[in-house]
């Protein structure tokens, strides 16, 4: 039987059922979701309990006398914090993947070494044959380098390294030893530094894709990527000036520690580059192959056998780090109030966070992070650790605002990580002060858009656009027409009228003659040297440097002050799962084509991570 609602009465009665019947339908699905989150909730807090309880059971870490502090190398030292979060932690582990340890931490427990009569030398560990990965960079191995070479010339206790195969930056780290040790029948890289970036400019043009690039700066080379089948002689040319002197630092500083000359090792570089952990050996730069029964028994001397693991006594860098950070805030309870903040940002600046899992910048959260600091009257002073390639230029724009008004309340000291380029560079212009790594690439002072044009492609497969508007420029994003003059000249005067902005917020920063700055600009990569040279910066130094100066333009002198990190990421679940993923894929790859598996080169938003390291 059908029934047919024809007049005003039964309309409402059959619109009054639906909506009951709809209203149904979301209490249920809403009851559902929220009961499911609840359950979720205590299944995940009972989890975390019997992981902590079961941890309690275990034995607590402490440092005994005599003990050795062994660094593992596999284990990540990373920026920032974020592997805290306790579910990332509980999860990482049940998936067997290795702790991480902050880089201040790591850096701090090594100089606290130095003077810790329980600690009578550092082991270098690395097991796993890590030829590629690792979450630091090339300013945080330098940093660690310095470090540790700190700690053998200031106490006089060893050092000895321990592997099983390892990439340059591994190997960088370990030539610091006062011996290294190395697995029989494996491979070390000492293959300089280099990589390769993929353009796109051919492959567009053979299938009729139009690519629209408006530059401001002959040496910005972003755009590059999909307009041409290579670098531009001028963008080539600087990359590779400054890629040499960070090579020249990183062998000469090998050189110094092997006790060689640094052509020795460019001629390793160039005639060898991946070798035998024998061929290592006999070249010098290893002392001995031992397996690592051996490597215990030759640094048994050093240390206090344990009864209980037949072993010398030690400490890993994760619990030394932590029973100090422990004793440390025990200590500043009673004896400060005065707070200073390290504010990290890392990754490609965006205005909010993109749909994937990378470690980036958000514009929006970081800018809210910065305001709740600059109220904060316990906070007298401000770190911000910048490891960014750039991004975003309105992202930028606004964080360069709040740093500038944040500088205006309490002192701000930029501290450079492995590069603060373009829009990393300008939200660290306003700042008090700037201090780079020695490995530090800074700079790229430039803008650019890029919009591209598929019609002539779409067309030739058999689909077309027809448009509706209410002007010329209703659409501006379209990729379904070619790009007219007037928007061409529109295109130009919004980018160029960035770049101008740009160089006066640096030159204002910088307190640079506007005259001087085009020359300093215009795209320009610079190493930390350079970039000293050109005042964009007015130190080079770590990041206790940069700790150190914020507290003397705070006024706080030597007293102990307590120190707050904030770090401008967060932990998702499904990002994490598919990162998780991601990385067994990639290393079951790498198992499949054996050790020689192609070294490739994930170049960032703009110019950088040319080399391999």
Not at 340 to 345: D, F, K, R, S, T
Request: proline letters at 3%; aromatic letters at 8%; charged letters at 20%.
């Amino acid at each position: 039987m059908i029934t047919c609602l024809d007049n005003e009465a039964d309309y409402r009665i059959g619109d009054q059922a639906a909506m009951f019947s709809m209203l149904k339908k979301v209490f249920f699905r809403l009851l559902v979701g929220i009961l499911s989150w609840v359950l979720l909730l205590f299944i995940s807090m009972g989890f975390l309990f019997g992981m902590l309880f079961w941890s309690a059971k275990g034995k607590s870490p402490k440092v005994e006398p005599g003990s050795l502090l062994v660094i593992n190398l596999a284990e990540d030292i990373i920026e920032t914090a974020q592997e805290e979060n306790t579910l990332r932690k509980a999860l990482m582990g049940l998936l067997g993947s290795p702790a991480s340890t902050s880089l201040r931490g790591a850096m701090k427990a090594i100089k606290d070494a130095q003077q810790d009569e329980r600690i009578r030398g550092i082991v270098l560990k690395l097991e796993g044959t890590q030829l590629m990965g690792g979450s630091f960079g090339l300013s945080e191995a330098k940093e660690l380098h310095d470090r540790l070479l700190s700690f053998k010339k200031g106490c006089g206790k060893p050092i000895h390294a321990f592997m099983d195969g390892a990439s340059l930056k591994y190997y960088y780290l370990a030539s610091v030893a006062d011996s290294i040790s190395l697995v029989p029948e494996s491979l070390i890289l000492v293959n300089g530094l280099g990589g390769n970036r993929l353009f796109w400019g051919g492959f567009f043009e053979k299938y009729g894709i139009g690519v629209h690039a408006t530059v401001c700066g002959t040496h910005k080379g972003g755009a590059e990527v999909y307009t041409r089948t290579g670098f531009s002689p001028e963008v080539k040319t600087q990359m590779q000036g400054v890629l040499d002197l960070l090579w020249n630092q990183v062998k000469g500083d090998i050189a110094a520690s092997r006790n060689c000359e640094p052509e020795a090792i460019q001629k390793i570089s160039d005639h060898m580059g991946t070798m035998s952990t024998n061929e290592a050996v006999e070249q010098g730069l290893a002392d001995e192959l031992l397996y690592w029964d051996g490597f215990l028994e030759k640094i048994a001397p050093l240390g206090i056998l344990d009864v209980e693991t037949q072993e010398v006594r030690q400490v890993s860098l994760a619990n030394y780090v932590a029973l100090n950070a422990l004793q440390d805030a025990k200590s500043l309870l009673t004896s400060s109030k005065d707070q200073l903040a390290i504010v990290y940002a890392q990754g490609p600046i965006y205005s909010q966070s993109p749909s994937r899992s990378e470690r980036h910048i958000n514009g929006l959260s970081l800018a809210e992070q910065l305001r709740k600091i600059r109220k904060d009257k316990k906070i007298k002073a401000v770190v911000l650790r910048i490891d960014s390639p750039g991004g975003s230029a309105f992202a930028a724009q606004t964080l360069q605002r709040e740093v500038e008004l944040l500088n205006k309340s309490k002192p701000v000291v930029v501290s450079m990580s492995n590069y603060a380029a373009s829009a990393g560079y300008m939200i660290a212009a306003p700042a008090s002060a700037i201090i780079a790594s020695p490995m530090t690439i800074t700079g790229s002072i430039g803008a650019y858009s890029l919009s591209f044009d598929a019609q002539k492609a779409a067309n030739d497969h058999g689909l077309f656009w027809d448009k509706i508007s209410t002007g010329t420029y209703s659409d501006p994003f379209s990729i379904a027409a070619p790009e007219t003059p007037e928007m061409k000249e529109r295109r130009q005067q919004l980018v160029k009228g960035t770049y101008r902005s740009f160089v006066n917020l640096v030159a204002q920063g910088r307190n640079i003659p506007i005259e001087s700055m085009d020359a300093i600009a215009n795209g320009n990569v610079w190493s930390s040297t350079q970039a000293l040279e050109h005042r964009l910066i007015d130190g080079i130094g770590d990041l206790d440097s940069a700790i150190q100066k914020a507290k003397e333009l705070a006024g706080l002198g030597e007293k102990p002050i307590k120190i707050k990190e904030f770090a401008n990421d967060s932990f998702h679940l499904l990002d994490f799962l598919m990162t998780q993923l991601r990385s067994a894929l990639v290393q079951g790859v790498l198992k499949g084509q054996g050790a020689l598996a192609p070294l490739g080169s994930p170049v960032d938003s703009d110019l950088l991570k040319y080399y391999v390291f």
